[in-house]
């Protein structure tokens, strides 16, 4: 029996000529990353066993993100501890406040590239899995112990295949198509499994699109998300890459322990109500909702592509008086080509508040915390009580044509409500 596009990663960095699902392993990592809020508890574990050297300071990344511009003393002094790491070991890929998103920057710059196994002290780590990596979060001390040994010890995970057939409706992106499979299969429908996306509707995504789709797959409990490199893939690989690559596909005689097969021409923009991303509902169904807080950003829809969308719609526009619209660039790369494309201008004269590059309201940190009763339409990841601020507020997931719309209207509103399809070309 052949193996998947996982288990072939998997073996090779675990010097194996074949591994299977529930085998026990230990594997060489390619990046070990931490953030502004996890990196100092494994920085606290090094030092309480007295590990003073990291395994290659090449192979490490840490990105301030979370907290940033630090909103406190707390906040001020996690940055403190991580940044002097950072220059103590020498580290490589070291970002600073403003430079961005860990998920962001790590593939835009071309230091997570196809072939790459990669372990971050974040969730969301599973989003380089749409440029064909095996990506999966951990927590701080399993990072503590890559940091010291550049190795991890993983299960290796059963595979579920998604397939998507069928050209995409109009408005309808990569966000609806993760929203669409979590709602279909819930929030714990792939437990410690590495969900394979393919078909033709995945095929003419952009890489940004897939990365968002990789992206959420840990909201569906997934250990990773993962979609085979292809002539898109290398096109934007090559541009940045930062050291070779490997490229891996599944064979055709792969087993996977479950396969869904969906026509991606009738699913519409979708939006997750709270309090799960699986309580998915057509955007159609939910314009009765009205709206408090536009967020435009995150590491799953912050990316240049994001941006576009939403200042189509909102171009000549101007936000409802009842709502503030923050849009945050995920990246300062994706802030300057904004501000290069002039969406930086649209966004201001259409009234939304335009932040430097953070994590901010996705996790409730700060720079649009919810209060209570409160209601945001978001393009992040995440709707759990409480996740965008004060437990009894809500928070709604759609693509950011969706969330833009919605920031004109002041309720949740597909974007054909605001602008004529005729009267643009909607990126694809």
């Avoid at 066993?49 to 990344?61: E, G, H, L, R, T």
Wanted: some cysteine.
């Amino acid at each position: 029996m052949g193996m998947t596009i996982t288990e072939k990663i998997l073996a090779d960095h675990a010097g194996k000529r074949e591994v299977y699902p529930g085998e026990l392993i230990t594997a060489k990592v390619d990046l070990a990353m931490a953030n502004d809020v996890t990196a100092p508890l494994a920085i606290k574990t090094l030092e309480k066993y007295s590990i003073d050297k990291v395994f290659d300071p090449n192979k490490v990344a840490l990105v301030l993100s979370h907290f940033v511009p630090a909103k406190d003393i707390k906040s001020a002094e996690q940055a403190k501890m991580v940044r002097e790491f950072a220059r103590k070991h020498n580290i490589k890929w070291f970002f600073q406040e403003g430079e961005g998103i860990e998920h962001t920057i790590l593939p835009e710059q071309g230091i997570v590239v196809p072939g790459d196994l990669v372990i971050g002290a974040d969730s969301h780590t599973c989003t380089y899995g749409g440029i064909g990596a095996f990506a999966t979060g951990v927590g701080s001390t399993d990072l503590a112990y890559a940091l010291a040994t550049g190795e991890i010890w993983l299960k290796v995970p059963e595979s579920m295949k998604f397939i998507f057939y069928g050209k995409l409706q109009p408005w309808v992106t990569g966000k609806d198509l993760i929203l669409h499979t979590i709602g279909q299969i819930g929030v714990d429908g792939a437990l410690y499994r590495a969900m394979e996306f393919e078909g033709e509707a995945i095929r003419d995504l952009s890489v940004e699109q897939r990365l968002t789709i990789a992206n959420m797959a840990i909201e569906a409990g997934g250990k990773s998300g993962i979609i085979a490199p292809d002539e898109k893939t290398l096109e934007y690989v090559s541009q940045r890459a930062k050291k070779p690559w490997k490229i891996y596909s599944s064979d055709p005689d792969a087993h996977y322990v479950e396969v869904y097969e969906w026509d991606a021409g009738k699913i519409e923009p979708l939006v997750a109500w709270p309090y799960l991303p699986s309580n998915v509902h057509p955007v159609s169904e939910s314009t009765h909702i009205t709206i408090d807080q536009a967020f435009i950003g995150s590491c799953t829809n912050g990316r240049i592509e994001d941006l576009r969308l939403a200042a189509s719609v909102l171009k000549g526009k101007k936000v409802h008086p009842y709502v503030r619209c923050i849009v945050i660039p995920a990246s300062k790369n994706v802030y300057h080509q904004a501000l290069h494309e002039g969406l930086i201008d649209i966004f201001t004269e259409a009234g939304c508040i335009v932040s430097v590059s953070t994590c901010g309201p996705c996790l409730g940190g700060h720079m649009g915390i919810l209060a209570e009763g409160e209601r945001c339409i978001s393009t992040s990841n995440r709707n759990f009580p409480g996740r965008m601020g004060h437990p009894k507020s809500e928070a709604y997931l759609a693509n950011p044509a969706v969330v833009a719309a919605s920031a004109v209207l002041g309720r949740i509103a597909h974007p054909e409500e605001v602008v004529k399809l005729e009267e643009i070309e909607v990126p694809t």
